[in-house]
Structures are given as structure tokens and as C-alpha cells.
């Protein structure tokens, strides 16, 4: 018997939530268990609450079933939670976990404060969609919840190229490919393509970057006015903050877009043993040693300052 097994005995709905502004793994972790649930336990009522995921994820099996309205005032039996390590990051949908009877977290942030009723969470994972592989039954994991496994995690292993892949990560990536998904597509479609107008939006991030402490640090911010200009939201940043950490010499990068006034999400990503998680803790974050993230206020130098003196604490 399974983990997930377990917890849904006598379940008979259940909401599933990940954190705002999705990316890969938390799309594909939050359909993977959806999928699965509606194809071995079609006796249960399970809705997914997550605001409007990008386009580049629309080959994934029921996307057009997440719900972006959370004005519905529903209660369940069971509410699960993927890749979010603190309840804050539900934004406006955490009242379905507040009312929910019981829950589980399941998620691979070593920030997480275990705020499950039952928690499964496992730092050292690559991906939430890789410790929730754990809890399903291999051998009824269908192809389509296969593809949101491997989405999930080739979205938080940067195509198996951060130093969070291990040989367990590279063995699910098999298990899953074994299920006759079209791995190739998966990865440039919703890796690698990019449109016109995130082109343009990425040029403009690297042509305005900046480099700080000795060229071991890079930051590039993008403004509210610049994003309604090229008519772009959160999910069109996608792969800025990677390109900038692979910036040659650079230990620390920095991406930040404004997303009120004087209001920030910060991404950090490191290139060396500087743990950018303990930054995005003291803001208020969280995250990995190498991948974190918070928001901040202020304007873009009082950001930059005050993450430039956490970093110097590290770097000196």
C-alpha cells in the first residue's frame, strides 16, 4: 500500500494547492496528483487551486481543470500541499487548507516549517515532483501523470543540470520516459521555447545587468512601467535569473521584478557553496542552498543593498 494510499482512507474530496505564481514542479506535482487521483480513485472529488498556469504547460492532462478563482467558500476532507514551505505562499487559496479536516505537505524546500497535519518533506530531493513519486504506486502511474513528473522535475533541475540532480532524480526521470512520454518535446516546449516578447523582455534583463563585489555577484531588475510596456507577467521571467547565474565568474546572481509599487520578488541563485537560502530566510523567504527566493520592499538600490550586505557576510 501506498503513502498516498494511506492518507486518503475514508477521503471523499480533496483540495490540492501549490504556491503562487506556479512553475514547473509545482504545475506538474499539483496535475500529477489530480491525474491520479481521477484515474485510480474516481470515487473522490478532488479540484486543484493554482492561478492561471503559462500556456507552455497546456500539454499537460487537465490544466484546463485548475481553478483560478478562490472565491468558492468549499471545505474537505483532505487538503494536499505541493512544493510550498510555509503557508503564506498559497496566497488567497490557503483557506482551503485552513479548513480542511486534515492535510498533507508534501515538498522538498529545507525551509519548509512542516505546517501538515501530516508532512513529507525531503530537502535533499531535486524536485516536490520527485519525493511525491515516492508516495504513489509505480505501477499505476499512468502517462499522463508520468509527463507532470517529469516536468516537474526537469523545470527544477534546470534539464538536469543543477547540482540538486542526483542518480535517484536521473533513475525517476527513466521510470517516467518508460512510460512512453515524449520527453524531448516536454523539454523544449516548456523549457527551452520562448516567445517574441520574453526574447525581448530577457534581452532587456542581461543588456541592463549589473555586476557588484569584484564581478562575484550580478542583479538585473525589471520595473512594473517595463513589464505593461512589453505586456509581459511573472511567467514570462522564466529563465532570466538562470541565464544571469551562468554569467562567467559569477558566484551570486540576482533577478527582481517589481510586482506593486516598490514591491519585489527577489530570485537568488548561487554557483558556489554561498547559501542563498539563509538570504531568503532573513528576507522573509525561503528556498534551497543553491535556488531561494522572498520579496522585499523598498526601491531597487534598497533591495540590492540590503542583499548585498547579507551576501558579503558569506563572501568575506
Known amino acids: 500500500m501506498s503513502f498516498l494510499e494511506t492518507i486518503l482512507k475514508d477521503v471523499k474530496d480533496v483540495a490540492i494547492l501549490g504556491h503562487v505564481r506556479p512553475d514547473g514542479d509545482c504545475i506538474g506535482s499539483c496535475l500529477a496528483v489530480y491525474n491520479y487521483l481521477e484515474e485510480n480513485y474516481p470515487d473522490i472529488h478532488a479540484v486543484v487551486y493554482l492561478e492561471e498556469p503559462s500556456v507552455k504547460f497546456s500539454y499537460l492532462k487537465n490544466i484546463d481543470r485548475i481553478v483560478s478563482d478562490f472565491g468558492r467558500d468549499e471545505s474537505y476532507d483532505l487538503c494536499i500541499c505541493l512544493d510550498s514551505s510555509d503557508?503564506?505562499?498559497?496566497?488567497?487559496?490557503?483557506?482551503?487548507?485552513?479548513?480542511?479536516?486534515?492535510?498533507?505537505?508534501?515538498?522538498?524546500?529545507?525551509?519548509?516549517?512542516?505546517y501538515g497535519t501530516e508532512n513529507v518533506v525531503k530537502g535533499d530531493?531535486?524536485?516536490?515532483?520527485?519525493?511525491?513519486?515516492?508516495?504513489?504506486?509505480?505501477?499505476?502511474?499512468?502517462?499522463?501523470?508520468?509527463?507532470?513528473i517529469y516536468t516537474g522535475i526537469i523545470h527544477d533541475t534546470g534539464v538536469f543540470k543543477y547540482d540538486c540532480t542526483s542518480a535517484k532524480t536521473m533513475e525517476i526521470a527513466g521510470k517516467m520516459m518508460g512510460k512512453g512520454i515524449n520527453f524531448s518535446s516536454i523539454i523544449d516546449d516548456s523549457f527551452y521555447r520562448k516567445t517574441y516578447i520574453q526574447n525581448q523582455i530577457l534581452g532587456r534583463a542581461l543588456l541592463e545587468s549589473i555586476t557588484f563585489h569584484d564581478g562575484r555577484c550580478i542583479f538585473s531588475a525589471i520595473s512594473k512601467k517595463e513589464m505593461d510596456f512589453y505586456e509581459v507577467g511573472s511567467a514570462d521571467m522564466d529563465g532570466i535569473i538562470d541565464q544571469l547565474r551562468i554569467t562567467e565568474g559569477?558566484?551570486?546572481?540576482?533577478?527582481?521584478?517589481?510586482?506593486?509599487?516598490?514591491?519585489y520578488k527577489v530570485s537568488l541563485r548561487s554557483t558556489t557553496e554561498l547559501d542563498v537560502s539563509k538570504i531568503a530566510v532573513y528576507f522573509g523567504g525561503g528556498g534551497h542552498k543553491k535556488a531561494a527566493g522572498c520579496t522585499m520592499t523598498g526601491s531597487v538600490h534598497d533591495v540590492i543593498n540590503n542583499l548585498s550586505d547579507q551576501i558579503a557576510k558569506q563572501l568575506n
Open 87 to 114: 503557508t503564506l505562499r498559497f496566497g488567497e487559496a490557503v483557506k482551503y487548507l485552513n479548513t480542511a479536516k486534515k492535510s498533507l505537505c508534501v515538498d522538498h524546500h529545507i525551509t519548509n516549517i512542516g
Open 125 to 148: 530531493a531535486s524536485s516536490t515532483c520527485e519525493v511525491l513519486y515516492g508516495l504513489l504506486d509505480e505501477s499505476r502511474i499512468s502517462k499522463a501523470v508520468a509527463e507532470c
Open 250 to 263: 559569477v558566484e551570486c546572481a540576482i533577478f527582481i521584478y517589481e510586482t506593486a509599487c516598490r514591491e
